[in-house]
């Protein structure tokens, strides 16, 4: 897939990009020519996209930390100066039990991570996008920004408060030229996904291939998607291709119908 028109030179922050979705998107990035800067809370993850991707240049930076995002974006703005897209991945998964057991403690650290992380660094991100003359955010929400999610109250309300995000910014920021746009991925094959998977078998107490073949009934493709499905469709839209395109919450999912 070319997906990666115009991007060559482009400067892109990828939030959480050091692992999982993060990691296909900045690798995505980088095979296109574009300049890369990561930021993430886990160490060994960036130490390991060093050793992999010595160009990109990074953070340790915990996104729901106003002090940490305002000392990212000051190394930002003394290196490039200005930014051509910011992808906001970092989240988290919250906890997974019913909405009796959920403890306020989590319920507030869900919504940091996953929704006042964005507004963290959207806010600084913008400024540095109206001096290139414009630029692409794309918000990384979830199936679970546009349906319930049983057992994941707080995960499912931070991603649909990044649709409530992405519509505001969008009419905001579009005579800058800045498009913002939100990705909704569905089942994401890997790690975390078969970590959450095997806490809610437990939660429903079924094993966890019943759980997994539920969960793909619902999914008219009756498939799972990649990171690099999700990757090739940011890159989409950060590049001319898609300079069209704001506002929107697009889907990743395989037509994900119903969550369980
Ligand atoms: P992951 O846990 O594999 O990777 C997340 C990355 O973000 C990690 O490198 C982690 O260290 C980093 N991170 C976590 N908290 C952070 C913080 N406070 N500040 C900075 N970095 C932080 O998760 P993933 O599956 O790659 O998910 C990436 C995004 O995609 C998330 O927003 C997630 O909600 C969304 N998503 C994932 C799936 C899925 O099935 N995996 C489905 C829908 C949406």
């Known amino acids: 897939m070319n997906n990666g028109i115009g991007l060559q030179g482009r400067r892109v922050l990828v939030t959480g990009g050091a692992h999982g979705i993060g990691l ?83 319920w507030h650290k869900t919504l940091a991570v996953n929704l006042t992380g964005h507004f963290l660094c959207t806010r600084r991100a913008v400024p540095m996008l109206k001096a290139a003359g414009g630029g692409s955010i794309v918000n990384m929400s979830s199936a679970a920004g546009r349906m319930g ?19 505001t910014w969008a009419i905001e920021l579009g005579p800058a030229g800045i498009r913002v746009n939100s990705i909704l991925p569905g089942m994401v094959a890997g790690e975390r996904q078969e970590r959450m998977m095997a806490i809610k078998a437990r939660s429903y107490g079924i094993a966890q291939e019943e759980l997994r073949q539920r969960m793909l009934s619902k999914v008219s493709m009756r498939r799972m998607v990649s990171a690099q499905d999700i990757a090739n469709q940011v890159l989409f839209i950060c590049s001319d291709a898609g300079a069209a395109i704001s506002g929107q919450s697009l889907s990743v999912c395989g037509n994900l119908e119903h969550l369980s």
């Open 24 to 106: 296909a998107i900045t690798e995505a990035f980088v095979a296109a020519g574009a300049a890369v800067h990561v930021c993430d809370i886990d160490t060994d993850w960036l130490t390991a996209l060093k050793v992999k991707l010595p160009a990109v240049h990074q953070s340790v930076a915990d996104v729901s930390d106003e002090k940490q995002v305002d000392a990212l974006f000051a190394e930002l703005a003394s290196r490039w100066g200005t930014l051509d897209a910011l992808v906001n991945n970092a989240g988290i998964s919250g906890p997974t039990c019913a909405i009796e057991d959920t403890m306020l403690v989590d």
């Open 149 to 167: 999610f049983p057992l994941r109250s707080a995960y499912s309300a931070s991603k649909f408060g990044i649709a409530g995000l992405t519509a």
